[in-house]
DNA sequence: GTCTATAACACGATAGAC
DNA sequence: GTCTATCGTGTTATAGAC
């Protein structure tokens, strides 16, 4: 087990209120009181409240983009590799509940690094939507609007960090097994 | 067609930069600037920036609220309720976009009204919850887990806000047919 | 690595003139 | 209904002691 440096424990910390109530609402003062101290303390070890945001935020954006590098290189069925992209989001959130929330809610408030994450979360969608489409050219998936399927699907999976806290009781596979389920094979008989 | 009075301009160009950086990081200069005017000239209309956002928040939360009640009563399946619950979300978030935006994600930051808020959004979700545990009752919907069907749809749902703007060509029936494919009847063959 | 003190500025909101 | 001026406080961040 890596000992965590103080600087990973401040972005750490720092997630976790995020969560709670959004970048902009979370000061410094807060940051440090739950850090047990002084906001001045924080600045020896991180730059700034910016750099806090860009680390979370661009790291587990990073983690998407190769996870879904490695999904679109495999040989397999359409189908298949959407139920490889809702493992992926699943085992992502669940290590990484917090972050979840800022990767969600708070990107708007990158400055410096809002472009490159714009980049990453495009190439994103761009590589689901050619999943799909040719799952339908394939007459694997269903012909139904890609777009909607993809909104559909994305939605879902990266509003998971809001509920996995909440169901720390149902295991992971379950969890992937059920959402593959729900979201690509219907819930009517 | 309506006079809106002054009051109602400040709260709907709220809602529009409420959507855009989240109530916290909107300042009253802000939305005094987009408004044309002098940040101290707002108060002669409303009370407080914590007052703009419970009108915003209380007043959909109602509106689905309603819109529930109107479903629950009727004798239809529950399929078919759950398809109501699409229109549902469909017509209120086509006419109210910017809204649903604060209900989304600032609803934490509701002072005095938060509880009765968190009130209105868990009787809704014991509705659909009921219709679901209906559904699979009388072998209408799959044996899948009834919180992750609910959690599929209205995550999905409550996120239409980000999409419908988007897509102002594809028209609301369409929309809602389509939502109701994927969302019920799944996308595989 | 943490502290106290403080700079420099932004915030929500009010008072009172027009 | 809007303005200017301003109050009191909160904000990120820095300087320098320990």
Redesign the interface.
Known sequence: MKQETRKEEIIKTAAKLFK??????VTMRDLATDMGIKAASLYNHIDSKQEILKVIIISIAKEFTDGMHNITQTESSS?SKLKKIVALHVKITANNTNDMASLN?DW??LEEHLEYYLKLRNEYETSVISIIKAGIAN????K??P???M??ML??LR?LY??IPK?ED?DRNE?TH??N?????????
Chains 1, 2 share one sequence.
Do not use: C, P, R
Request: charged share 20%; hydrophobic share 40%; proline share 0%.
């Open positions: 709670e109530k959004g970048y902009s609402a189908i809610n708007m408030h007459s694997e998936i269903k139904t609007n777009e909607i399927i909104f559909s939605t879902t509003s809001l509920w169901k149902l969890l059920s959402l389920q729900v979201l690509i094979e219907g819930i009517n008989i």
